[in-house]
């Protein structure tokens, strides 16, 4: 037993007190985990573009004081009642969406949208008893996505916390929490190229990255990146792609243009972006027939997706995928195996590292482009 268990910890937090002001690193309470809770301590997590569009209030409600975050790799502290499948010292990664194995979602091997325990943007406090594990003074500080990594201490519920292997480096499979297995699990659990196969991704940020190398694991044969931003294009060459299209570049519809370049259209397409035109032009241009679309970007609120029926009827397929169809507690771990066993490479998606006290400057790196995913580490 720990001599924590059962207490209050107090500890570091970033707290952003505001929308889009500079995170305030505080003292901040932490509650002992209740009922089917765990208790986490965070050793590093990472920026994820989700975290800047919440604390830039472009999501949905606005909640603030809050405390944001939540790509992270840390140890079980404590466990509440209940908790039989994670003890003190566990290594995980606390995920933003659940599996409590127990829902229709859950029980089914064709879903991961846990009915219990899946992302709420809005929730700002634990399900258990609708009230904040975070304090400041006795003042609440809102919880995100249920997991609020920015903070030395966390409480999760035991559903969405990973188990994985102790010598995994947290500091690098951190980012498997988040973007990179969504990204990932798109190509290999939802449009599965076969060896060979042509397949084109829309957006090069780190998630369509992360959808490249899912698809240079399959052994696709073409993997063409297309993006407004040249600059990323040299980047993506190590993630597999090797053709770039920038729609900028040509005076017509660029599924026209990537049809034109692969004699009738990719055999699958990874939409990355969250643009509706993208996601348009990312199922108009896999090839009649047999060609798969999968959208992994959320659009804007009033998007409206258009296109011919006729598209559906010549058999291609759209999809969509949520966290990349990865049930988070049964899955994560083979994930963090495929790394272990050098089958996925993930160091080259760390572009940069910050201490604690400067996770300002990894909100500074994103917002700026220059970032894929910088780690922060919380002993700094």
Same mark, same amino acid.
């Given at each position: 037993?720990?001599?924590?268990?059962?207490?209050?910890?107090?500890?570091?937090?970033? /707290?952003?007190?505001?929308?889009?002001?500079?995170?305030?690193?505080?003292?901040?309470?932490?509650?002992?985990?209740?009922?089917?809770?765990?208790?986490?301590?965070? #050793?590093?997590?990472?920026?994820?573009?989700?975290? /800047?569009?919440?604390?830039?209030?472009?999501?949905?409600?606005?909640?603030?004081?809050?405390?944001?975050?939540?790509?992270?790799?840390?140890?079980?502290?404590?466990?509440?009642?209940?908790?039989?499948?994670?003890?003190?010292?566990?290594?995980?990664?606390?995920?933003?969406?659940?599996?409590?194995?127990?829902?229709?979602?859950?029980?089914? *091997?064709?879903?991961?949208?846990?009915? #219990?325990?899946?992302?709420?943007?809005?929730?700002?406090?634990?399900?258990?008893?609708?009230? +904040?594990?975070?304090?400041?003074?006795?003042?609440?500080?809102?919880?995100?996505?249920?997991?609020?990594?920015?903070?030395?201490?966390?409480?999760?519920?035991?559903?969405?916390?990973?188990?994985?292997?102790?010598?995994?480096?947290?500091?690098?499979?951190?980012?498997?929490?988040?973007?990179?297995?969504?990204?990932?699990?798109?190509?290999?659990?939802?449009?599965?190229?076969?060896? %060979?196969?042509?397949?084109?991704?829309?957006?090069?940020?780190?998630? %369509? #990255?992360?959808?490249?190398?899912?698809?240079?694991?399959?052994?696709?044969?073409?993997?063409?990146? /297309?993006?407004?931003?040249?600059?990323?294009?040299?980047?993506? $060459?190590?993630?597999?792609?090797?053709?770039?299209?920038?729609?900028?570049?040509?005076?017509?519809?660029?599924?026209?243009?990537?049809? *034109?370049?692969?004699?009738?259209?990719?055999?699958?397409?990874?939409?990355?972006?969250?643009?509706?035109?993208?996601?348009?032009?990312?199922?108009?241009?896999?090839?009649?027939?047999?060609?798969?679309?999968?959208?992994?970007?959320?659009?804007?609120?009033?998007?409206?997706?258009?296109?011919?029926?006729?598209?559906?009827?010549?058999?291609?397929?759209? $999809? %969509?995928?949520?966290?990349?169809?990865?049930?988070?507690? +049964?899955?994560?771990?083979?994930?963090?195996?495929?790394?272990?066993?050098?089958?996925?490479?993930? *160091?080259?998606?760390?572009?940069?590292?910050?201490?604690?006290? *400067?996770?300002?400057?990894?909100?500074?790196?994103?917002?700026?482009?220059? +970032?894929?995913?910088?780690?922060?580490?919380?002993?700094?």
């Amino acid at each position: 037993m720990s001599s924590t268990t059962g207490k209050v910890i107090k500890c570091r937090a970033a /707290v952003a007190w505001e929308a889009g002001k500079p995170l305030v690193i505080e003292e901040v309470e932490v509650a002992p985990p209740q009922a089917m809770e765990v208790r986490l301590k965070i #050793l590093y997590t990472a920026l994820c573009h989700t975290d /800047v569009f919440f604390w830039e209030a472009k999501g949905q409600n606005p909640l603030f004081p809050r405390i944001f975050g939540h790509e992270a790799g840390g140890i079980v502290e404590s466990v509440g009642e209940g908790v039989t499948d994670l003890a003190p010292g566990d290594h995980v990664l606390p995920v933003f969406t659940g599996e409590c194995k127990e829902c229709a979602h859950c029980l089914s *091997e064709e879903s991961n949208m846990c009915d #219990l325990l899946r992302i709420n943007t809005d929730r700002g406090v634990m399900i258990n008893d609708g009230k +904040s594990r975070f304090s400041i003074n006795g003042k609440p500080i809102y919880h995100f996505v249920g997991t609020s990594t920015f903070s030395e201490y966390t409480v999760v519920h035991s559903g969405c916390v990973a188990k994985i292997n102790p010598l995994a480096p947290l500091n690098v499979v951190c980012i498997l929490s988040c973007g990179i297995s969504t990204g990932l699990g798109a190509t290999l659990n939802v449009a599965k190229p076969t060896k %060979g196969s042509t397949v084109a991704v829309f957006g090069l940020g780190a998630v %369509g #990255l992360a959808a490249a190398e899912g698809a240079r694991i399959a052994g696709a044969s073409r993997i063409i990146g /297309v993006d407004l931003n040249p600059k990323r294009f040299h980047e993506a $060459k190590k993630f597999g792609v090797n053709e770039f299209v920038n729609p900028k570049d040509y005076n017509k519809p660029v599924q026209e243009v990537i049809s *034109e370049m692969t004699n009738g259209g990719v055999d699958r397409s990874i939409e990355c972006v969250g643009n509706i035109d993208a996601m348009i032009s990312a199922f108009e241009c896999v090839r009649d027939g047999w060609g798969v679309a999968v959208l992994v970007g959320v659009p804007y609120k009033d998007a409206t997706f258009k296109t011919h029926p006729v598209n559906f009827l010549n058999e291609r397929t759209l $999809k %969509g995928t949520f966290f990349g169809n990865y049930k988070p507690r +049964s899955d994560l771990p083979a994930v963090v195996e495929m790394y272990m066993n050098k089958e996925l490479e993930l *160091e080259k998606f760390i572009t940069h590292e910050v201490p604690f006290s *400067e996770i300002n400057k990894a909100f500074d790196y994103m917002l700026q482009g220059d +970032s894929l995913r910088c780690v922060i580490r919380m002993d700094g």
